[in-house]
């Protein structure tokens, strides 16, 4: 390992961020992490989660050896014995049973080039069970795709020609600081940045306004927007009347209730709606930048046009410094076939979301399964079945960096390598950049990336010959689609480069992949009262600023979870700052420290995802297990809770 050098990365953590960085080693240990000046979309920057993430590499409780579970204990093994092991169990159970009786549950804790052939790996083996929709932003992504035929974002530096921006549902402080430097160039140059959230977040306070929508009911302020430029005047008709279709059913609903009736069913003032307006009339383009908490609702998809539909009005589709942003395909550089599902057509999946149901209903029963780059007994809703479904399966191996609520229940659990111990390549949701991995340090104890495990296991198959390839090989066959635009691997190595296919301002030709080419207005409005009104709150489980998903470690999760709650009505509940109460619902319940918020709203309740259940904090012991209606999403925030001092 040669000393004192610094090394280009990049970010593959579960984060629209994707960040360039650099690693400074001294004598083979990486010492510090900073982003990388040439980098061009964080540009020098980096989150707190970045600059804590050495203390996770180097932590005292990450697991470096492989593990086998003797006797409800572990000892140490060696990877030798461990794949033997996993290898023979599925040969036993694919000749006595079916493949069918496999699980592979792939996370979302890492989307790196190299995970694609992860699966390969089942769909070789035969007919294994694998898991369809997503914790992540398959609502989003389905819902938009139903507006513009394939949603594109706008790349984050066209915001330098927005003259106002709306965060809708979006917290840049916690899960995306690349925006921040944007928000604060439209305010210099006079502009209005406007958050749109029913949670105080870290970013209100960066913000001109903050809107505080009720929960679940963003669609009906989008709609009163919509009608008040209507009435106006200034909606963008040259658009609306030749580039959309469904313009007079959208116009219809639109009209289907005054702003009172609108204020009233989003609980924003009349006054607030129109100094709303004001900006969209009278500051364009407005970039429209929507969160990944919009989709996490049942009806999500009504919500999300609703949106989209304002933007066209607005005068904001195909607009440079415009646009209605929510994500990106963070695959499009890859070549998808890598995944090798086409050999398995008609095989059984189970909902991610609802995992611990569809385990304890599945015929035949899992007999193994196995589980990357994800935790999902802290990060599945419905924690509590979650926990005892897995529990259940006769055989299952985890592969991960801790004993997280996962890991401790696995039978072996192997060591993976951190993103400062691979070579890879990374692309983002979050933004076009397509970023290298190059290994920092060599890896730690024993640990493997998930690329050689699988290369490992491998080679005990009689597909060994198809399969088993060097990381190199592999990687020259993924990117076999941006290598045929121009784009050169070690132009990816030394820096990263931008998807060819990427525009800088998407359909601005008007232009859309529909069917009819135009752009597809929401024709029906459906949002139904929520469900579980007996509970008084509704729970927003929201992503917190100083850790991700669930990357924490036992050891840092000493103290409660906090629940905020609006002060007045702590009061009445008896509670005080600091004090222990118990959150409860159907599903089970959590204590939590309280922390009386004096401006957040009446009718919610806020705590932090991703803690362990370990340690008392899983906030999905709460969590409703449910399926989007469009995009197989996951709508945490159906979720509704009682909170009574302990």
């Known amino acids: 390992m040669e000393i004192n050098k610094t090394v280009v990365t990049t970010c593959t953590r579960d984060c629209p961020n994707s960040c360039g960085l650099l690693v400074h080693v001294v004598d083979g240990k990486a010492v510090k992490l900073t982003g990388n000046k040439d980098n061009p979309i964080n540009r020098g920057k980096s989150c707190v989660k970045c600059k804590h993430y050495l203390e996770r590499v180097y932590h005292k409780e990450r697991i470096l050896y492989p593990l086998k579970k003797v006797d409800g204990e572990f000892i140490q093994i060696t990877w030798e014995e461990a794949l033997d092991e996993i290898a023979d169990r599925m040969k036993k159970i694919c000749k006595e049973t079916s493949p069918e009786a496999i699980l592979y549950y792939q996370g979302f804790g890492t989307r790196s080039a190299l995970k694609l052939v992860n699966r390969r790996f089942f769909n070789l083996l035969g007919n294994t069970t694998i898991t369809k929709g997503t914790t992540c932003g398959g609502a989003g992504q389905s819902s938009q795709d139903l507006d513009f035929g394939n949603r594109i974002s706008h790349d984050v530096r066209d915001y330098k020609n927005s003259n106002s921006m709306i965060l809708w549902g979006r917290n840049p402080v916690a899960t995306g600081t690349n925006l921040l430097p ?8 006079g502009g209005q940045v406007i958050l749109i959230d029913p949670v105080d977040t870290e970013t209100a306070p960066l913000c001109s306004m903050h809107i505080k929508p ?18 106006q005047g200034k909606e963008d008709k040259e658009f609306l009347y030749h580039c959309c279709i469904n313009y ?4 219809n609903i639109v009209y289907s209730h005054t702003i009172k009736e609108y204020s009233d069913l989003c609980d924003v003032s009349e006054n607030l709606i129109y100094q709303l307006a004001k900006v969209l009339m ?6 429209f930048v929507l969160g990944w908490g919009l989709h996490r609702w049942e009806y999500a998809h009504t919500t999300l046009r609703s949106i989209d539909a304002l933007g066209a009005t607005a005068g904001s589709i195909g607009v440079s410094g415009g646009g209605v942003s929510q994500g990106f395909e963070e695959y499009a550089p890859y070549d998808w076939s890598v995944w090798g599902d086409s050999l398995q057509p008609g095989r059984r ?3 991610m979301q609802l995992i611990g149901e569809e385990l304890r209903n599945a015929t035949p029963k899992i007999q193994l399964a196995m589980v990357t780059a994800g935790n999902p007994v802290s990060m599945v809703p419905n924690a509590n079945l979650t926990k005892k479904a897995f529990e259940e399966i006769p055989f299952l191996v985890v592969a991960g960096h801790f004993l997280d609520d996962t890991g401790i229940l696995a039978d072996i659990f192997l060591p993976t390598t951190t993103f400062l111990e691979e070579k890879d390549i990374i692309a983002s949701y979050g933004h076009d950049f397509i970023g290298p991995l190059n290994p920092a340090i060599e890896p730690l104890g024993q640990c493997k990336s998930d690329f050689d495990i699988f290369m490992e296991l491998g080679k005990r198959f009689p597909f060994e010959k198809d399969y088993v390839k060097s990381r190199d090989e592999w990687l020259e066959i993924i990117m076999k689609p941006s290598i045929e635009k121009g784009v050169s691997l070690d132009e ?11 525009p800088k301002v998407p359909y601005i030709d008007k232009k ?9 207005l929401i024709q029906e409005f459906d949002l139904p009262e929520g469900r579980d009104r007996e509970y008084q709150f509704q729970l927003m489980s929201v992503a917190p600023k100083d850790w991700l998903c669930s990357e924490v470690t036992f050891t840092e999760q000493t103290e409660l979870l906090t629940i905020k709650l609006n002060a007045d009505v702590g009061s009445k509940l008896g509670l005080g700052n600091g004090q222990t109460c118990i959150v409860e619902n159907q599903f089970g319940s959590i204590r939590c420290i309280a922390a009386l918020i004096p401006s957040l709203r009446k009718d919610l309740v806020v705590i932090y995802r991703g803690g362990w259940g370990q340690t008392g904090r899983n906030v999905n012991v709460l969590t409703r297990g449910l399926v989007s209606k469009v995009g197989n999403g996951t709508p945490y925030y159906e979720t509704r809770v009682n909170v009574r001092a302990l």
């Open 349 to 351: 999946k189970m909902y």
């Open 214 to 231: 009720k929960p679940g009911k963003d669609a009906y302020l989008a709609l009163a927007l919509s009608r008040i430029l209507h009435e």
């Open 492 to 502: 990816i190595f030394q820096l990263g480069v931008m998807n060819p296919d990427a």
């Open 248 to 251: 007079e059913d959208y116009k």
């Open 182 to 189: 944007f928000m604060k160039d439209i305010k210099d140059r």
């Open 282 to 287: 009278e500051q364009k383009p407005t970039a």
């Open 512 to 520: 859309f992949p529909t069917e009819t080419g135009k752009f597809q």
